[in-house]
């Protein structure tokens, strides 16, 4: 074989490929930052080592008008790396970046892959609110943490969920808790991605002046209701009356048992949310939220 042949093998053998990972999507919430990569493995293929590895993006303005042009510098810890890491992910809801490898003999590969994130926003806000044993309350603030670019694919799941009359809102939901208890939200955005808020609600619960001992343990169902409610008590205290209000307070439905009561129908009520509240030999012991479908 001739030496020429020699040098023609080595080079067709040699050929450079650029491998930029391919595209993907990429959840950002802390604990997953120190995995933000991109590259392949590895990014050069073939070739005369050592490699050079150069990233770009196409340059853009932080914003309409401005001077500022962000560049493949400013999004990764450094443009020279095989795998580097994405250090701004706040700036685009995704980018194409482009990779271009140069092998020791001077032979040139390109490759590009398209990365999306799923970037959150959150506050560490909290609201306090104090409501009697028995009584509910409803929560109206915006959430404490928000997808950055689109927030109609989210879907939320408030803890613990058991004492909400619902658990998946965003916001306007009843809480009905027996003990002081803080609220937070779990996210999911479209691509599975899962971001969890800081304790957001503290909702506490005062103490009705009577022993533990004779506190009514009270669980009604179902609720939503559509016409009978039944309830169910540990008969610790008798409970005697039962009244119905809207939420401005007007009594729609009373129902009163000198033996104890443990249902009431609200079928002649009109739909809507309204107050559940217990008595006892004329106290209030109790008041919760029921939704009367």
């Known amino acids: 074989m ?11 053998f040699a050929q450079l490929t650029a ?17 933000l990569i991109i590259g392949g493995n590895p990014s050069a293929l073939g070739g005369v080592s050592p490699y050079s590895y150069e990233w770009s993006i196409e340059p853009f303005d932080l914003y309409s008008g401005s001077n500022i042009t962000i560049t493949a510098s400013d999004v990764l810890n450094d443009t020279s790396l095989a795998n580097p890491n994405i250090i701004d992910f706040t700036i685009k809801e995704s980018f194409k970046f482009k990779l271009k490898v140069i092998d020791d ?7 590009s892959c398209i990365v999306s994130f799923s970037s959150y926003a959150k506050t560490m806000m909290t609201y306090t609110y104090s409501i009697p044993y028995g009584d509910s309350i409803l929560l109206t603030k915006d959430v404490n943490i928000e997808w950055l670019f ?25 809480a009905s808790p027996d003990t002081t208890t803080w609220y937070s939200v779990k996210v999911t955005d479209k691509y599975g991605c899962v971001a969890h808020g800081a304790p ?17 343990e009270v669980s009604i169902f179902p609720n939503p209701v559509k016409d009978i409610l039944y309830i169910k008590h540990n008969n610790k205290v008798l409970i005697d009356e039962l009244k119905v209000s809207d939420l401005n307070g007007k009594i729609i439905l009373r129902k009163q048992q000198d033996y104890g009561i ?32």
């Open 2 to 12: 001739s030496f020429f042949s020699i040098i023609y093998l080595n080079l067709t």
């Open 19 to 35: 491998h930029a990972g391919g595209d993907r999507h990429l959840c950002t919430h802390p604990d997953s930052l120190n995995a």
């Open 105 to 111: 003999i001077g032979q040139v590969a390109f490759d």
């Open 150 to 174: 689109d927030n109609d694919s989210l879907t939320y799941d408030w803890t613990p969920g058991e004492t909400l009359s619902d658990s998946t809102l965003i916001t306007d939901f009843w």
């Open 200 to 216: 957001y609600y503290h909702v506490i619960v005062q103490s009705l002046g009577i022993d533990n001992n004779e506190k009514p």
């Open 262 to 293: 443990t249902f009431i129908d609200v079928s002649g009520a009109p739909s809507g949310i309204y107050s559940l509240i217990f008595y006892s030999k004329r106290n209030k012991i109790f008041e919760t939220k029921i939704i009367i479908k």
